[in-house]
C-alpha cells in the first residue's frame, strides 16, 4: 500500500483546522513554539482572494536532493520520512519542495510531515484529513 | 439536564459577572426590571422558574439535576399581547423616537445620515476608513491570542489594505506600517488584500501587541444606541521608518 496525501486547493476554505489537528497530533499543549507541517498559501482566483493550507503529498522529490541520503520512502505507507540522526541542516530538500511545506527545528534539522503514520498504523485517518470538513484534504 | 456553575475562581479585584454589572447599572439609574431588579439569587429563580428547579436543588447536586420543562416557551406571544411598542404594533414610525424629537433631534422614521459626512471629521488627515472586528477563523476578540498555537498561525498585527491603497501610499505587502486615528496609532505588517474595498483599513481586534480598538474614540458612538463604530472610523496609514517597535 503506497498512501498519497491529496490536497485540493479550490475546496480548502482555509479555515486552519489542519494546522491545529497537526501541531496536536505531534506536539504537547507545552509545546508553545512547535509548528505546524502545514503551509498557509494566498490564491486568487476569479477575482477572489483566499488563503489555502498545502501540506505535503508525499512526492518524493526531496529524496533525490538530500546529499546525505537522511530522506526516505517507507516501504509499508509509501510515506516520505526523514532520519533526523543523518540530516545536516544543508536546505537542499527545502529548494526543491514544489508545495514550500519543508522546515526546520530549532536545531536546524529538518521536519516535514510523517503522514502521521503513527495514526495510520493504530488505523486512524491522518489528523488533517479528519478534521477537513470540506474534504480538502484526502488520503489516497 | 441542568446544572449551576459556579464561580470557578475568587474574584480578582473588582471583577463581577455580566448579570450583576447590568444588575448595579439597573439600580443606579433607577430603573425597573421584572427579573433584574431583585438581584442576582432572584434573577437566577426567575430563569430557573419555566423549569421547576429551585437553586437550592441545584446546589445540592452538582452533577445536575434531570428536569422536565413545566411552562414551554411560547411562541407568536405577539398574537395576544401585541408588541413592546407603545401602539402594541410593529412601528414604522418609532413613537418612543418621536418623543426624543425636540430634545434630541431623534427622528421616528429611520433616516439615512452618512457618518462619514455628520461626523465632522477631517477627512484630508484621516482620508481612510477603520474597520475592526472582521471574522478570522483562528482569532476569538483578545482571547485566542493567548493561544499560542493559534496566535502562531499569522503574523500579528496585520492590517490589510486593497491592492489600489497599497499602490496610492506606496505600501507592499509584509512593509511595517503605522496606522494613525485622531485617538491613537498602531504599528502593524502591511497585508495586501484583493477582497476587501479600496479605502478600508481592515485591522483584527484584541492583540495586546496592537490593540486596533484604541484607535477608535470613546465617544464615537451611534446616536441612538449608543453603540461604539468599531467598524467605520477614520485612519490614515504610512509606512513605518526606522526602528519598528511593534
Redesign the interface.
Known amino acids: 500500500m503506497s498512501y498519497r496525501l491529496k490536497f485540493d486547493p479550490d475546496k480548502c476554505v482555509?479555515?486552519?483546522a489542519c494546522?491545529?489537528a497537526c501541531?496536536d497530533a505531534h506536539h504537547d499543549v507545552e509545546d508553545?513554539?512547535?509548528?505546524?507541517h502545514r503551509t498557509?498559501k494566498k490564491v486568487?482566483k476569479n477575482?477572489?482572494?483566499?488563503n489555502i493550507c498545502p501540506g505535503c503529498a508525499h512526492c518524493g522529490i526531496c529524496i533525490k536532493a538530500c546529499p546525505v541520503q537522511s530522506i526516505y520512502k517507507d516501504p509499508k505507507t509509501g510515506f516520505v520520512l526523514t532520519d533526523k540522526e543523518k540530516c545536516i541542516g544543508c536546505h537542499a530538500c527545502e529548494k526543491v519542495c514544489p508545495k514550500d511545506v519543508i522546515h526546520f527545528d530549532k536545531d536546524g534539522k529538518m521536519k516535514k510531515c510523517d503522514g502521521c503514520i503513527e495514526r495510520i498504523r493504530e488505523g486512524r485517518e491522518p489528523a488533517c484529513v479528519r478534521v477537513c470538513f470540506p474534504g480538502a484534504i484526502t488520503l489516497e | 439536564m441542568f446544572f449551576l456553575s459556579e464561580k470557578a475562581i475568587e474574584l480578582v479585584g473588582e471583577a463581577k459577572n455580566d448579570i450583576e454589572i447590568m444588575i448595579g447599572m439597573l439600580c443606579a439609574m433607577q430603573l425597573h426590571d421584572e427579573a433584574l431588579e431583585y438581584g442576582y439569587e432572584k434573577y437566577m429563580e426567575y430563569i430557573l422558574e419555566p423549569s421547576g428547579v429551585t437553586l437550592e436543588e441545584l446546589r445540592a447536586h452538582p452533577e445536575g439535576v434531570k428536569v422536565r420543562v413545566i411552562i414551554p416557551p411560547a411562541f407568536k406571544k405577539y398574537e395576544k399581547e401585541g408588541f413592546h411598542t407603545p401602539s402594541g404594533k410593529v412601528e414604522f414610525v418609532s413613537q418612543i423616537l418621536e418623543r426624543y424629537k425636540d430634545s434630541h433631534g431623534y427622528s421616528g422614521l429611520p433616516e439615512y445620515r452618512d457618518f462619514r459626512e455628520v461626523s465632522g471629521m477631517d477627512r484630508e488627515t484621516y482620508p481612510l476608513i477603520l474597520n475592526t472586528g472582521s471574522r478570522k477563523p483562528q482569532l476569538f476578540h483578545a482571547r485566542t491570542y493567548r493561544v499560542p498555537w493559534l496566535a502562531g498561525l499569522e503574523e500579528a498585527t496585520l492590517v490589510e489594505i486593497h491592492p489600489e491603497d497599497a499602490k496610492k501610499y506606496g505600501i507592499a505587502d509584509g512593509d511595517m506600517v503605522r496606522v494613525s486615528s485622531p485617538v491613537g496609532s498602531i504599528c502593524g505588517i502591511a497585508a495586501v488584500y484583493l477582497n476587501s474595498q479600496p479605502g478600508i483599513v481592515h485591522v483584527y481586534h484584541g492583540n495586546a501587541k496592537g490593540e486596533a480598538n484604541d484607535l477608535i474614540d470613546r465617544n464615537y458612538l451611534d446616536p441612538i444606541s449608543g453603540f461604539p463604530g468599531y467598524k467605520s472610523y477614520f485612519c490614515k496609514i504610512e509606512k513605518e521608518k526606522g526602528e519598528v517597535k511593534a
Request: glycine content about 6%; some cysteine.
Open positions: 482555509g479555515c486552519y494546522h491545529i501541531l508553545v513554539d512547535a509548528k505546524s498557509v486568487v477575482q477572489f482572494e483566499k
